[in-house]
């Protein structure tokens, strides 16, 4: 078994207003030291050994991102211990 | 500047909706290696470098988890070039 990470976060270009409005209402608690908020997801998979790099791009292209406004990267985690 | 990654996701024992109606979509779009899936938020904040991680601490906790149902943590990303 093997856990992979999927991040999908709006892609620069793109207006994010759940970033804005967690930007502005950290402002009206004091905390002007951030400049800009982000928001995306983030999804854990827990993968069978034979399930390949080219099968989990096209999970995440497919059905995890929205790509005309998302981006979108896989990352394989390994438990060392 | 520096950019801090939040990651907030559900809690272990806590019921995963979207995350179990993701998996079944998996299934029947033939991904049957895909064992588990798990959905969660991930926000990218632009902080100033006089930001602390008690600051950070407080933010996530605060705002962009909520801690009876999520698990939450700060990662500080360092861009090298």
């Known amino acids: 078994m093997a ?11 793109i207006l994010d207003p759940q970033g804005q409005a967690i930007h502005r209402a950290l ?4 905390h002007g030291g951030v400049t800009d908020v982000r928001q995306g ?5 827990e993968v069978s050994d034979d399930v ?3 099968q989990l791009e096209e ?3 497919s059905l ?3 790509t ?3 981006d979108w ?3 394989r985690t390994e438990v060392l211990a």
């Open 3 to 13: 856990r992979v990470v999927v991040e999908v976060m709006p892609k620069a270009e």
């Open 27 to 30: 402002g009206r608690l004091g």
């Open 41 to 45: 997801k983030r999804f854990e998979l």
């Open 52 to 54: 390949t790099d080219a």
């Open 59 to 61: 999970i995440a292209e």
């Open 64 to 66: 995890l991102a929205n």
């Open 68 to 70: 005309v406004i998302e």
């Open 73 to 75: 990267k896989v990352i």
